[in-house]
């Protein structure tokens, strides 16, 4: 056994000491950074961080639900956006976190390494407390394994999603997508259609959803390839891109005439938010000039809770749907850049305001003929492409490999331990 050097702590020298207090606050901070202790500390922060993540909709893989969740919630969602916890892994605390635990790592590496090669070089200390050392090494080598196989996913891949009406079909392209990020060495898309035959949901006695399911065909080049049921935690793979079952809602078809007997708008219309009170807009431009033009926003309430002149939501099924609409004209300035989900009323005239339930219709006093002709529900899909993730798999393998080989290792003999690197003793 070769036994090990006592750890004296590093002397202070007088270059130190004459340091000013900036350059000594340096100084610790560096030394604490590349303790291993300070790296377990970072990955156990970035853990907490992708936590958090699961349980906040997010940006890339559910816009609506995030709308969904700032329209429900508008004390905290504001300091949730400005923190970038609706796009976890994009934000600056998980940057910094990542950045400070890949700096710690990367000193621990660059101290350890060159004390290994010594050791192996000096046949006295050629024995299984090196070989655990060395794979303690691969180990954390295996983070920027890691680190490269994300980066390299992100840049050649994408994550998109696009909300499909239940009998309509999603194109995989780029013009098709709700919403699309893409890394720079992404490539062309593979250009196959999904096809949303059915959807079903199923409720806990409470109300609130147990599980949903998309019955979707998948089209290549004109022919069924697969047929396949997507539901949460469990999705389709085709091609190297993963499509997944992120939310659901529901698609209103509010039917608007003119006065003349023209249809301008006529057709589902999806809607956000929370499936049991969700918010969507009308918008038919085709009603006339621009301070005729027509839009109506909307909220539609599938199991209200009606209470003398008061209606609130109740659970998410389909029981006495109503829909609660406000009618307006004038500019809908299409022409500026504007959320499809919303419409800016400041100019128009309120003409109409009411309730709908599926098959009525209303004439406004404009002589204007409003009805609710029909629902569909429609799925969120997120559609995801990440040729990363085999990179990311072996790192995993490589690092899990080495350290169950720099734990056991030592335990297969007598023990043998290493004499510590100078630079860690000062």
């Known amino acids: 056994m070769i036994a090990p050097s006592p750890v004296r702590p590093a002397p202070t020298s007088a270059v130190s000491r004459r340091a000013p207090a900036p350059i000594r606050v340096l100084v610790r901070a560096w030394r604490e950074l590349r303790k291993m202790r300070t790296a377990i500390i970072l990955l156990a922060i970035l853990a907490l961080l992708a936590i958090v993540g699961t349980f906040l ?93 994300v980066i390299y996913g992100k840049a050649a891949g994408f994550v998109g999603n696009a909300a499909v009406v239940v009998g309509d ?94 249809v301008v708008k006529d057709g589902p219309t999806i809607f956000v938010g929370d499936p049991q009170f969700a918010n969507g807009v009308f918008k038919a431009p085709s009603a006339g000039p621009a301070e005729q033009q027509l839009g109506a926003t909307a909220i539609f309430i599938p199991d209200p809770q009606i209470s003398g002149q008061s209606i609130a939501p109740g659970t998410p099924q389909l029981r006495n749907p109503i829909l609660l609409v406000r009618l307006y004209r004038g500019d809908l300035h299409l022409t500026q850049p504007q959320n499809v989900y919303s419409i800016d009323t400041s100019n128009m005239d309120l003409r109409w305001r009411g309730a709908l339930r599926v098959g009525d219709t209303v004439v406004t006093p404009d002589g204007y003929r409003l009805s609710f002709t029909g629902l569909k529900p429609y799925t969120d899909l997120t559609i995801n492409k990440d040729p990363g993730i085999p990179i990311v798999l072996a790192a995993f393998i490589i690092g899990l490999s080495a350290l169950l080989i720099s734990l056991y290792l030592p335990l297969m003999g007598p023990e043998q331990r290493l004499t510590p690197p100078k630079e860690l003793t000062g």
Do not use: C
């Open 57 to 149: 909709p997010q940006l890339p893989q559910n816009p609506q639900g995030v709308m969904g969740y700032v329209l429900r919630h508008p004390a905290t969602a504001p300091w949730f956006a400005r923190l970038g916890l609706f796009d976890i892994f994009s934000s600056w605390p998980f940057i910094v976190t990542a950045v400070l635990m890949y700096t710690s790592i990367g000193a621990s590496m660059f101290i350890r390494v060159p004390a290994a090669w010594r050791r192996a070089v000096d046949p006295a200390q050629r024995n299984r407390g090196l070989g655990a050392e060395v794979a303690s090494i691969i180990f954390h080598a295996s983070f920027f394994i890691l680190l490269f196989g």
């Open 169 to 262: 079909t999603f194109v995989e392209a780029r013009a098709n997508y709700d919403n699309l990020s893409e890394g720079r060495l992404a490539t062309q898309h593979a250009g196959f259609q999904v096809k949303v035959d059915s959807f079903s949901a199923s409720y806990w006695s409470s109300g609130s959803p147990k599980d949903f399911t998309s019955r979707v065909r998948i089209y290549d080049k004109g022919r069924v390839v697969e047929s396949a049921n997507i539901q949460v935690n469990h999705y389709v793979d085709y091609d190297g891109v993963k499509i997944y079952q992120a939310s659901y809602g529901w698609a209103p078809t509010l039917k608007i005439e003119t006065p003349d007997g023209r």
